[in-house]
């Protein structure tokens, strides 16, 4: 978050979209999943502004079009090197069904300094989830928060 920036999460209200975003940020929550479904073009408009407000750059990945040479160039490892506030969201989340991928992703964003990278899984369905999140012998296992989806302001 910009150290210019005289707002804190906690003067935003309650329940708003505002104080959600800002407070992801000072309290270094990284890792999100939300599904297609729930937090739709709208939301995520909303989200991207509030970034925006905040200087943060907003990109989205799709997995699935992640080329063989991935692990050594990839949009997300640009990311990471710039230094750039950046919210990330990953489409095309099926990708991370292949083991390889999603333990080289997670690798990726358990192991670098990440303090400027947030990052939110838009998935397709619970059925998907639970097989990359929930699924003890899946790299990503437990390694993210629901997004919430604040719709006040």
């Known amino acids: 978050m910009r150290k210019d920036n005289l707002y804190t999460f906690d003067s935003w209200p309650v329940g708003t979209p505002e104080r959600l975003i800002h407070g992801y940020w000072e309290l270094g929550v990284m890792r999100f999943h939300t599904f297609d479904s ?52 990953f489409v095309g989340c099926r990708a991370l069904l292949e083991s390889s991928l999603a333990g080289w992703l997670r690798s990726v964003l358990t192991t670098y300094n990440l303090d400027h990278v947030r990052v939110a899984f838009v998935l397709d369905s619970r059925e998907q989830f639970n097989h990359i999140f929930q699924d003890y012998s899946a790299p990503f296992y437990q390694s993210t928060i629901a997004l919430d989806l604040s719709k006040n302001g």
């Open 38 to 89: 729930e937090c739709g073009k709208e939301l995520q408009d909303t989200y991207n502004r509030i970034n925006h407000g905040l200087g943060a750059n907003v990109v989205y990945i799709d997995l699935t079009s992640m080329g063989d040479g991935y692990r050594y160039k990839s949009e997300i490892l640009d990311v990471i090197r710039s230094d750039q506030q950046t919210w990330v969201w």
